[in-house]
């Protein structure tokens, strides 16, 4: 058995990390990568950050742990946010219980609210504040904030931030994430550690057209800043776990730049599948969402904003209680758009709330029509179609969480478009993509390869593996902690990484 500590790092990719390996930029990623096994992790499609962060720590897919996306239709048919909660298959946490072993986890996705566990969970809460609620041992939190003070575990995330704010952000806040998670993993015992980094991809989707752009761009170099801020976080948390620890550096999908922003609702209302209304409270709502949360972000002091942490909880979720968050005319509306990504919706009769498409014949035939008609969907720009492939769940996923799915998932393109977030006043389908609450838009977008770096003792050194799934990490970190796999894992364990025993 083996300790085992997996340092994640939100959409980080290759493409950045290798030629920066190269050029002596990321010394300690380096050092790993000398040392162990490298490849690539396969994100399943959709890309949402609760849907692929679901794969890996339960080690099945959504149509077992029945998580989609962000929020996602309950089955009374309403959105409802995903949580800890919504998890219908037991995390890597839950396999770790009873047996002896400690784990702890640090800022992780879907571990809110937090879980019953041998070890120690510290998750960023709603708000991303850190808060003494956050840490399912309360002494520990006193401990960390009278030895280094407050921090916010997404203090890079960009809601109510400054454009200006990341010439030197990362700077700043990754060294901070690094100290506060170097204390938790040497102030107790541990046998299976996470820890989170959300700068790559918040350098990522706001900065990426700037690494190409001028000289004198002063956000030329904000996501090189990022990446050997994380690269020497890594160092520090690679020393604190010790020699004895196998370290996997891994990302949940990879990034590249964005080509345009979907407004896909816009869209489908031109197809006379949608009709957009006007209500002043949902406008209200959105104004709430987009613009006051962030500005409370981003001029309450911490204390403060830790102490009305509930109100803006309660504030957000009010702001996103219109069951879908769209201002749509649904005695219209047959068909809609919601998430990141791209997930289409029917306004199903006898499903949803005010669902007027009828089930069978006439539901088979509108998925049909909108399948056809998003492939023969052209960038207006290059003329190349914008859509890869249409798939409805029950051709991606199995088990009995399906019928919370969308009803149509795309795979755009070289996942290079994404949604907007924000309505565009232009009418037009592809537009500049904005993120809620942001004053500038988005330039990056994800990428289906991630990435993977293993080495400790009994890993395979210098050695290339390939692409594998999300799917074979959970198998692998049991194995290496000397535990069973298993049977209803969809992955393998991935033996080719490891040191031959005999």
Not at 47 to 56: D, E, K, Q
């Amino acid at each position: 058995m083996k300790r085992v500590l997996v340092i994640a790092l939100q959409e980080a990719t290759r493409d950045l990390i290798d030629p920066w390996v190269e050029q002596g930029l990321l010394p300690n990623m380096a050092a790993l990568m000398g040392t162990g096994t490298c490849g690539h992790v396969r994100a399943e499609a959709p890309l949402f950050t609760p849907h692929s962060w679901a794969n890996i720590l339960t080690g099945v897919d959504a149509g077992q742990h029945g998580i989609f996306d962000y929020w996602q239709r309950g089955a009374d048919g309403v959105f409802h946010e995903t949580s800890t909660a919504s998890l219908n298959a037991p995390p890597i946490w839950a396999r770790l219980r009873g047996t002896g072993l400690r784990s702890t986890y640090l800022n992780l996705p879907m571990t809110w609210p937090l879980p019953e566990l041998d070890g120690t969970v510290v998750s960023g809460s709603p708000g991303n504040v850190l808060m003494r609620e956050t840490f399912t041992s309360p002494e520990l939190y006193d401990q960390l904030i009278a030895a280094h003070g407050d921090y916010t575990p997404e203090a890079t995330a960009p809601g109510g931030r400054a454009k200006h704010d990341y010439i030197t952000l990362f700077d700043i806040e990754t060294p901070r994430s690094a100290e506060a998670f170097d204390f938790l993993l040497n102030a107790q015992d541990w046998d299976f550690a996470m820890v989170y980094f959300i700068d790559a991809a918040m350098a990522q989707h706001y900065f990426w057209a700037d690494m190409a752009a001028a000289i004198d761009n002063p956000y030329r170099d904000v996501v090189a800043s990022a990446y050997k801020n994380l690269d020497t976080a890594i160092g520090r948390l690679v020393r604190a776990a010790g020699r004895d620890t196998v370290v996997f550096v891994i990302s949940e999908c990879g990034a590249g730049p964005m080509r345009s922003g979907i407004d896909l609702n816009r869209w489908l209302e031109q197809q006379g599948l949608l009709r957009a209304r006007h209500d002043p409270l949902l406008r209200l709502k959105n104004f709430a969402d987009d613009k006051l949360l962030p500005f409370v972000k981003r001029v309450l002091p911490p204390a403060l904003k830790s102490g009305l942490s509930n109100w803006s909880i309660s504030l957000k979720n009010w702001a996103s209680s219109s069951g879908t968050h769209l201002d749509l005319d649904w005695s219209s509306t047959r068909i809609f758009s919601r998430g990141k990504e791209g997930n289409i919706f029917v306004n199903l009769s006898g499903r949803d709330p005010r669902g007027i498409v009828q089930p069978a014949k006439e539901y088979n035939e509108l998925l049909n029509f909108v399948e056809d008609a998003l492939l023969k969907l052209e960038d207006p720009i290059t003329g190349e179609p914008v859509v890869s492939s249409v798939a409805r769940p029950e051709q991606l996923y199995s088990g009995p969480a399906i019928e919370f799915a969308p009803d149509l998932i795309i795979d755009w393109s070289d996942a290079a478009y994404m949604m907007t977030e924000r309505g565009c006043s232009s009418g037009d389908v592809f537009v500049e993509r904005w993120r809620k609450g942001m004053s500038w838009p988005t330039t990056g977008s994800h990428r289906y390869d991630g990435v993977l770096i293993a080495s400790g003792p009994g890993i395979l050194a210098r050695a290339q593996m390939g692409t594998v799934s999300h799917f074979d990490l959970l198998p692998t970190w049991l194995t290496l902690l000397g535990q069973p796999v298993p049977s209803e894992l969809k992955g393998r364990v991935l033996a080719e990484i490891m040191e031959s025993q005999n």
